[in-house]
């Protein structure tokens, strides 16, 4: 009777394991079905939706959020907001309106007990980002709001760059990453429509083109020095030697360079453990009328012994180009190196 029982014990814990994982998974797949379910979300690039009472949003509160998400974006040859911004009332907060990607939820009530500042990711559909201000009165709005002003801008800011990057990886042109990981041992998701132009020693040129626009991205490497050689300077230097030699404009002696009459934006940052300098800026045709923003990516190679630079430009004529740059942004900053990730 004793060894039955512990036999039985056995057969009940394989049971009961069996069943444990059971509901983990169908925990998981409806856990990922709510997602799917959730309907697309919907409105443009760059857009951000404020739901706020009219006579708060012409005041105050509203002058506060117009502040902050229509700053111009920088490295930009004309001004451009970081976001258009749209509002209305919370009682038109319908369904259509429900499933905008970027949605500001202000919460202006006496009923509020303490301010608060809450970030929702799809609600009401998917992809979406639901940042909720609580605040007591106007003046606590304003306080909160500035407090966070720019952590709010940054997760507006990063989750449309995801989005972007998560498009991007599943269009990615597979022949582009293939040659950019045997060349550099980087890969990049440049989505389908880019291709290679030029490819020579260590330079390579990846665009894609239409009759009003213009999106390139260079690559190019050179042997890495010391850390002097990471400095704005050294790299808008190394920038004009390449975009001098390959770059030519459509007349005769011209060609592309730096424009020097404005300053840089430079930051140094890590993606994936790596460090980055980026750097953002504005470009120009020396003897020919054009120009446009450009960003750069510059890392140290070091089993080559070598910097690798990845710049991204645009050219668009007289249209805005903020959206163009947003998105050869996510182009760089989908970023990877699969040499390295291998190893590990």
């Known amino acids: 009777?004793?060894?039955?029982?512990?036999?039985?014990?056995?057969?009940?814990?394989?049971?009961?394991?069996?069943?444990?994982?059971?509901?983990?998974?169908?925990?998981?797949?409806?856990?990922?079905?709510?997602?799917?379910?959730?309907?697309?979300?919907?409105?443009?690039?760059?857009?951000?939706?404020v739901v706020m009472e009219k006579n708060k949003w012409k005041y105050a509160p509203g002058d506060t959020i117009r502040a902050t998400l229509r700053h111009f974006y920088s490295?930009?040859?004309?001004e451009e907001p970081i976001f258009d911004v749209?509002?209305?009332?919370?009682?038109?907060?319908?369904?259509?309106?429900?499933?905008?990607?970027n949605i500001i939820l202000a919460n202006i009530s006496q009923n509020v007990k303490k301010s608060s500042v809450k970030i929702a990711y799809n609600r009401w559909a998917s992809p979406q980002v639901i940042i909720t201000i609580d605040a007591k009165n106007n003046a606590e709005f304003?306080?909160?709001?500035?407090?966070?002003?720019?952590?709010?801008?940054?997760?507006?800011?990063?989750?449309?760059?995801?989005r972007l990057v998560k498009t991007y990886t599943k269009l990615k042109e597979k022949l582009i990453s293939q040659r950019l990981i045997?060349?550099?041992?980087?890969?990049?998701?440049?989505?389908?429509?880019?291709?290679?132009?030029?490819?020579?020693?260590?330079f390579m040129w990846i665009r894609r083109e239409s009759s009003r626009l213009s999106q390139v991205l260079l690559v190019w490497d050179y042997p890495y020095k010391d850390t002097a050689d990471l400095t704005a300077n050294r790299l808008v230097g190394m920038r004009d030697s390449m975009t001098i030699k390959f770059?030519?404009?459509?007349?005769?002696?011209?060609?592309?360079?730096?424009?020097?009459?404005?300053?840089?934006?430079?930051?140094?940052?890590?993606?994936?453990?790596?460090?980055?300098?980026?750097?953002?800026?504005?470009?120009?045709?020396?003897?020919y009328p054009m120009g446009g923003p450009f960003m750069s990516f510059s890392m140290v190679d070091e089993k080559r012994g070598k910097i690798i630079t990845v710049d991204a430009f645009v050219y668009a004529g007289k249209q805005d180009k903020r959206n163009f740059i947003k998105q050869m942004?996510?182009?760089?900053y989908s970023i990877s190196f699969p040499e390295k990730e291998n190893k590990k």
Not at 183 to 197: A, N, R, W
Not at 253 to 266: G, H, L, Q, V
């Open 182 to 202: 045997e060349k550099y041992g980087i890969d990049l998701s440049v989505p389908s429509g880019f291709q290679i132009y030029h490819d020579t020693l260590n």
């Open 142 to 162: 304003v306080k909160i709001y500035g407090k966070n002003s720019r952590k709010i801008t940054e997760i507006l800011l990063n989750t449309e760059r995801e």
């Open 75 to 78: 490295g930009l040859p004309q």
């Open 1 to 49: 009777m004793e060894q039955g029982k512990v036999t039985y014990n056995r057969l009940s814990m394989k049971k009961f394991n069996i069943l444990f994982l059971l509901c983990i998974i169908l925990f998981q797949s409806c856990s990922d079905m709510g997602e799917t379910m959730l309907p697309p979300s919907n409105g443009k690039l760059s857009h951000v939706l």
């Open 86 to 101: 749209s509002q209305i009332p919370k009682e038109a907060l319908s369904d259509i309106f429900r499933r905008n990607k």
């Open 247 to 287: 770059i030519p404009g459509p007349v005769d002696n011209s060609f592309m360079t730096t424009e020097k009459r404005f300053t840089f934006d430079f930051t140094e940052h890590t993606i994936k453990n790596k460090y980055i300098a980026e750097m953002r800026g504005l470009w120009k045709l020396e003897g």
């Open 329 to 332: 942004e996510a182009i760089l």
